[in-house]
């Protein structure tokens, strides 16, 4: 026998559904705000993840001193939130792990991270201040940033923010930050300005950024050539112009003759006797000279050595 429900009863049980459904809509709530979050655009959810990004609060929880001796130009990123993941990326894989190397971006020598990318990760903000580092002997030879500049405890005398690298160990010693970073690697060079003559550097009145600009590449023949010109700075009698020019100044530069960081010989020569500077250039010389040695002093005649404005020989 088939059924039919009267309208009483079809409109009983609307009335139950519709009451049910009141009393669960606030359960139902956070199901439905999952749901939209779900088919949320990409970018919305991009967005939430950035804005879940680790900041120097989280970061201080484990390494509170770093947090705390932040200082120098940096700093300044600490007002935006991004002090620390400007340089070491989205920690929160870090974080999740419970420290380690896992999902951060690490410096140093002992870091996975190898030094091209470490100065890569540097140069994404100073580009524009040092544009051919990547083409640098320094870059060639595997020197990072952090290798010379020390970012979260900067010494308070440099503003390039320089590592501290040691105290002077010698009462002469008053070489100046710079200098002093540079010598932890160049030892071997700092020991040519121990010699009598020399640049006064370890009396601290040159640096070695008077000559040399570490994050420019090299020329061909350091401070040869064209590159007299950083010479010519402080030695500026010695440029001319000149009459009577001197080849081998103008070809191969103050280094044909001259060592620059120091030397025992008189004038920073790079041999004891004058006449051994000259007759490395030139063997042949006029039949009246036959009776000169390798003790002659050419300079007593070719005293204008540098260029005349006289004599095609220098002679004055």
Known sequence: MKRTDSPATILLAVLLITLLGIVLMPSAAPFQGMAEAADAPQDTADDAAESMEVGPEICSSCHGEVVESFAGPHATLMNTGDACSSCHGDAWEHVEAGGGPVGIFSFGADSEHGATAQSRACLDCHSDD??????????????????CHSIHNPSMESPALLA??????????????????????????????????????????????????????????????????????CHTDKGGPFVFEHGSAMVNGCTECHTPHGSPNRHMLNTQRIAETCYSCHAQVPGFHARFTLDTVCTNCHSAIHGSNLHPAFLE
Request: with cysteine.
């Open 130 to 147: 040092h544009p051919r580092f990547a083409a640098t002997s320094h870059a060639a030879a595997g020197v990072s940033c952090v290798s």
């Open 164 to 233: 501290p690298v040691r105290s002077a160990e010698r009462p002469m010693d008053n070489l100046d930050t710079v200098s002093r970073t540079c010598e932890s690697c160049h030892s071997g060079v700092f020991t040519q300005f121990d010699f009598n003559e020399g640049h006064k550097l370890r009396e601290g009145v040159m640096s070695c950024a008077s000559c040399h600009d570490p994050h420019a590449p090299a020329p061909r023949v350091r401070l040869a050539g064209f590159q007299r010109e950083t010479c010519l700075e």
